[in-house]
T-cell receptor, first 114, second 114 residues
Framework: NAGVTQTPKFQVLKTGQSMTLQCAQD?????MSWYRQDPGMGLRLIHY???????DQGEVPNGYNVSRSTTEDFPLRLLSAAPSQTSVYFC?????????????FGEGSRLTVL | AQSVAQPEDQVNVAEGNPLTVKCTYS??????LFWYVQYPNRGLQFLLK??????LVKGSYGFEAEFNKSQTSFHLKKPSALVSDSALYFC????????????FGKGTRLHILP
């Protein structure tokens, strides 16, 4: 069981570079989301999707883009990396609405922006 | 504003003693409440949830949580702590009228001392 797979696990970027964090799930979950985790800040929602073709902004969307062309994949794009985007990023999915479902998380992607 | 508070950044407990990790929430309407655990360099894992019914909820690894509506609390408990319980614990809530967003607390680091 692969679950939620994130790549890459580690990445170092220079300011201004762009990159895509990949997220794939093999559980046929409709709901997918991206969080960033910073010390003392908990998890903050960046973007989320309730199904293919549907995305919406979370708490901290600026500087990030997402798309959901398939149920399985939900990539997160950094358009022009900034040091403030140094963080650990988690992708998570759920098989039903968050009122009753539980989130399944990937292992995380640690990003450093110099 | 809807929020989740974990008032303790860190909790230290001797192995074999009972443990409590505190969580209070502020959300309109009836909440749905969750606890997640994060081990080092891993994604979050679901522990337990309260949707409705019995105020005492049992979850994975011997953990339980008590929902107290009057005190708007959802404290995590375990009768006898193990060293392997040492991890970062997150409380989370979804408002009843929204099933697309979940609000996480900032996390409490639990240290179980041998």
């Amino acid at each position: 069981n692969a679950g939620v797979t994130q790549t890459p696990k580690f990445q170092v970027l220079k300011t201004g570079q762009s990159m895509t964090l990949q997220c794939a799930q093999d559980m046929n979950h409709e709901y997918m989301s991206w969080y960033r985790q910073d010390p003392g800040m908990g998890l903050r929602l960046i973007h989320y999707s309730v199904g293919a073709g549907i995305t919406d902004q979370g708490e901290v969307p600026n500087g990030y883009n997402v798309s959901r062309s398939t149920t399985e994949d939900f990539p997160l794009r950094l358009l022009s990396a900034a040091p403030s985007q140094t963080s650990v990023y988690f992708c998570a999915s759920s098989y039903q609405g968050l009122n009753t479902g539980e989130l399944f998380f990937g292992e995380g992607s640690r990003l450093t922006v110099l | 504003a809807q929020s989740v508070a974990q008032p303790e950044d860190q909790v230290n407990v001797a192995e074999g003693n009972p443990l409590t990790v505190k969580c209070t929430y502020s959300v309109s309407g009836n909440p749905y409440l969750f606890w997640y655990v994060q081990y080092p360099n891993r994604g979050l894992q679901f522990l337990l949830k309260y949707i409705t019914g019995d105020n005492l909820v049992k979850g994975s690894y011997g953990f339980e949580a008590e929902f107290n509506k009057s005190q708007t609390s959802f404290h995590l408990k375990k009768p006898s702590a193990l060293v392997s319980d040492s991890a970062l614990y997150f409380c989370a809530v979804t408002p009843m009228n929204r099933d697309d967003k979940i609000i996480f607390g900032k996390g409490t680091r639990l240290h179980i001392l041998p």
